[in-house]
């Protein structure tokens, strides 16, 4: 879906590419896949349907056959870019286990190709909307070659950060950024651990010392008992045969 903007003229030419990025780093490997142009278009709200077909395989670089690559949508006036729109496009092959373990030759019949279209990427540029332009009109100024150029730059420089936060899994940059955010939460996890570790060994420390002082003051109260002999004052009574020093009185 596009806008055309207000002008006094109606727009002559509107004109829609889409690329198929080969290499992020270098546009020599770039692919246009189809062209749409719209001629004499009224301003207003428009959507139209865009088939194009798919990239040529033997123009790929050989390390990008089954990996992340970009899809983009440009939008030009009077050859003038005014709007990219880029979508994220994983190429892996159906069969898990051919995913695995891949084979040397790529098997193109057995590559399955989604684009994250949820997902868009939208980068607008100033461009020169009609030749006599009214302060009252929602119009940009012509950027500079240079600047097109810094522009263009910083775009392909964002895309390519961006495709090296994406992996082969069909994760976007979102994912990858909450899965990063998982794996600190782990670290914090991790160095917490330790401590807490360090807290259960003190505390455990001083409960062992809290039992020996317990003991030490019920040793402390408890009746001492020694070998000592206890000497009776009682009567002791013996076996022996008791003699009377009385005289024994006889009969005669």
């Avoid at 992340?68 to 949508?73: G, Y």
């Avoid at 109260?221 to 020694?226: F, G, I, L, S």
């Amino acid at each position: 879906m596009f806008r055309t903007i207000n002008t006094r003229k109606s727009i002559i030419e509107l004109e829609f590419k889409l690329v198929y990025v080969g290499d992020a780093k270098e546009d020599k490997q770039d692919q246009v896949l189809d062209v749409v142009v719209i001629d004499a278009v009224a301003p207003g709200t428009y959507k139209f349907v865009f088939e194009a077909p798919p990239p040529d395989p033997k123009k790929l670089p050989n390390d990008s056959d089954v990996d992340v690559s970009v899809i983009l949508l440009l939008a030009l006036y009077r050859n003038q870019e005014f709007a990219r729109v880029g979508y994220y496009v994983f190429t892996e092959y159906d069969d898990p286990e051919l995913r695995e373990n891949p084979p040397v030759k790529v098997d193109f019949e057995k590559l399955n190709r989604t684009i994250a279209v949820d997902e868009p990427r939208v980068t607008t540029f100033p461009i020169v909307w009609d030749e006599q332009q009214s302060t009252d009109q929602l119009v940009f100024a012509e950027l500079t070659e240079d600047e097109k150029k810094i522009a263009e730059l910083n775009e392909e420089l964002e895309m390519c950060h961006s495709l090296e936060n994406v992996n082969c899994t069909n994760e976007t940059p979102t994912e990858a950024n909450e899965l990063a955010e998982t794996d600190e939460l782990i670290t914090e996890t991790n160095e917490i651990i330790p401590e807490t570790n360090e807290i259960i060994t003190e505390t455990n420390e001083l409960i062992t010392e809290t039992n020996e002082l317990i003991t030490e003051t019920n040793e402390s109260t408890e009746p001492k008992t020694t070998n000592e002999t206890i000497t009776s004052s009682e009567q002791i009574i013996t076996n022996e045969p008791i003699v009377s020093t009385e005289p024994l009185n006889t009969m005669d």
